[in-house]
């Protein structure tokens, strides 16, 4: 696999031309499209991607290695493929919507003003993960553990605690409220 190194990517379509599949050091994607785009198999290891359109795209085998992910769109991403070994990224200001981290390990990861509206965390491992002034509309936690994951900023989350692990994770009024919707009970 060719070795791609501290290369900057500004403003290319790789929805519409090939995207190599190599493995990306040092590199930034700058206002990209990856709209649908198959990246099976590349490596990225501290690269960041700024105001990209990752939308829809098929990761599968791809390794995220100290990746930044700022101010992109990546709806619809199924991270459940992806490479596990090494993963690490961080979310600032990124829409990921509809994504499914479905058994990732995603251990103190940072996501910091997200959207994570109709994400399905089902069986991940989000232990120390910081969400900090992250949306949760209608997101999926099941079996999940979130041991010491902060939420102390975030809303509009709904945590079963007894169908998921959530041992000394930090949360604040009213959006604490969010783990004892389940109870149907009544609060005033």
Same mark, same amino acid.
């Given at each position: ?13 790789? *929805? =519409? ?10 590199? !930034? ?28 795209? !098929?990761?599968? /085998? ?27 990224? !961080? ?7 509809? *994504? ?16 994570? !509206?109709?994400?399905?965390? =089902? ?23 979130? /041991? ?9 989350? *709904? ?9 000394? =994770?930090?949360? =604040?009024?009213? *959006?604490?409220?969010?783990?004892? /919707? ?7």
């Amino acid at each position: 696999m060719e070795l791609i190194e501290e290369k900057v990517f500004e403003g290319l379509d790789f *929805s =519409s031309q090939k995207f190599e599949i190599a493995e990306y050091e040092h590199c !930034k994607f700058i206002k990209c499209n990856f709209h649908e785009t198959d990246v099976r198999g590349a490596v990225f290891s501290d690269v960041i991607f700024d105001q990209c359109d990752l939308a829809m795209m !098929k990761i599968n /085998n791809s390794s995220f290695r100290e990746v930044v992910c700022s101010s992109c769109k990546m709806i619809g991403i199924q991270f459940e493929h992806i490479n596990p070994f090494g993963l690490s990224v !961080k979310f600032v200001d990124t829409n990921l919507d509809h *994504s499914n981290f479905y058994k990732v390990i995603m251990r103190k990861t940072n996501f910091i003003n997200c959207s994570l !509206k109709e994400v399905d965390f =089902s069986d991940s491992d989000l232990t120390a993960c910081v969400f900090d002034n992250c949306d949760f509309h209608l997101a999926i936690f099941d079996s999940t553990v979130l /041991n010491n994951a902060d939420f102390r900023t975030s809303y509009n989350y *709904s945590i079963d605690p007894i169908a998921n692990k959530i041992k000394q =994770s930090r949360h =604040s009024y009213p *959006s604490v409220l969010g783990l004892v /919707n389940q109870l149907d009970i009544l609060i005033d």
